[in-house]
């Protein structure tokens, strides 16, 4: 009897923190083939974001190819705005920590386009790609318009961003639609199968103080360096620790292995582009007329404590599996 093929995954993020428990998950899913990875300025510049997916890499042993991408929104802001990133919560580099901080040693990017990489890592695949988006979705959508083909490779497009109800970043939109609502507009309008998980998801699977002190009972050094991280991930909300915080990024490397946790309704989703107050919003009609039919499969569910324990598992079986700095 064969065994089934494996899902082919490329990756798009901007890291941060909890892009890394996505790489880490993604890295332990046993049906996951990671073909390879795209990153994004987000969280914070691309400077900062491509050498944290670096020094992750090779923290853990990783062996997935990773490309730089876009360090600027599709469509190019006035030099006199500020770039939108998430340094102001985050810190310099996207994420901070109250312990031992990742080593930065790392080896270099496998190259500099990662638009041209991602179209030919999909086009070369020998089944369609699972494209899981963490970050702005600027590489993803340069991607489309620099190949409009490449959608007949692509099995869906897995993106978390967006919300059914209020924002984060502004009082209606999410941060990462926010910081390239252009970008999100391309991928919402190119056909492809997509699947949301928004705020409004995220903010069902929660982690407190209590699963910071279980990490830091894992053993190895890894786990020393990863417990300082979501320590201060955790503190986000309150300085504490003691209100729960949303997980993001690792959510939806979670239903990639555990989809029997997650429910979806089918809706049209639009993106907001020149609201002065809405820039951003994700739109989301549930009741959608017959001239706009549904779009995206949108999370709108979790059982957020077993999501929780899920990735905990995972992220141990990560830790095994992974070869020491």
Avoid at 280 to 288: E, I, L, R, S
Wanted: with cysteine; hydrophobic share 50%.
């Amino acid at each position: 009897m064969t065994e089934p093929a494996k899902r082919r995954v490329w990756l798009d993020a901007d890291p941060g923190f909890d892009d890394w428990l996505a790489m880490l998950m993604l890295a332990a899913n046993p049906n996951v083939e990671w073909i390879g990875m795209s990153v994004v300025a987000g969280n914070a510049p691309l400077r900062h974001t491509l050498a944290n997916a670096l020094a992750i890499r090779h923290f853990h042993g990783l062996q997935m190819p990773v490309f730089a991408g876009a360090d600027k929104a599709l469509d190019v802001r006035p030099s006199d705005l500020p770039r939108i990133t998430a340094q102001n919560i985050l810190g310099d580099r996207g994420m901070r920590t109250t312990g031992q901080p990742l080593p930065s040693r790392a080896d270099p990017p496998n190259g500099l386009d990662a638009v041209a990489a991602m179209v030919a890592a999909i086009h070369a695949s020998l089944s369609p790609v699972t494209v899981v988006a963490l970050g702005p979705m600027t590489n993803i959508a340069r991607a489309l318009l620099l190949d409009s083909s490449v959608t007949e490779c692509i099995s869906e497009i897995v993106f978390m961003g967006g919300s059914t109800d209020r924002g984060n970043h502004t009082p209606a939109a999410e941060f990462n639609v926010f910081a390239d609502p252009e970008a999100a507009h391309v991928v919402m309008k190119s056909g492809v199968l997509l699947r949301m998980f928004g705020l409004n998801l995220c903010r069902q699977v929660l982690v407190t103080q209590k699963h910071v002190q279980s990490m830091r009972t894992w053993p190895g050094p890894q786990a020393a360096v990863l417990a300082g991280y979501l320590d201060a991930y955790q503190r986000i909300r309150s300085k504490d620790g003691t209100s729960p915080m949303p997980l993001y990024d690792p959510v939806v490397t979670a239903w990639l292995a555990a989809p029997e946790l997650f429910e979806f309704v089918a809706a049209r989703v639009d993106v907001e582009r020149f609201g002065e107050f809405s820039r951003g919003m994700t739109v989301c009609n549930f009741k959608p007329l017959a001239d706009a039919m549904p779009n995206v499969q949108v999370a709108v569910a979790a059982q957020g404590e077993q999501v929780v324990d899920f990735i905990l598992e995972t992220l141990k079986a990560a830790l095994r599996i992974t070869a020491p700095a």
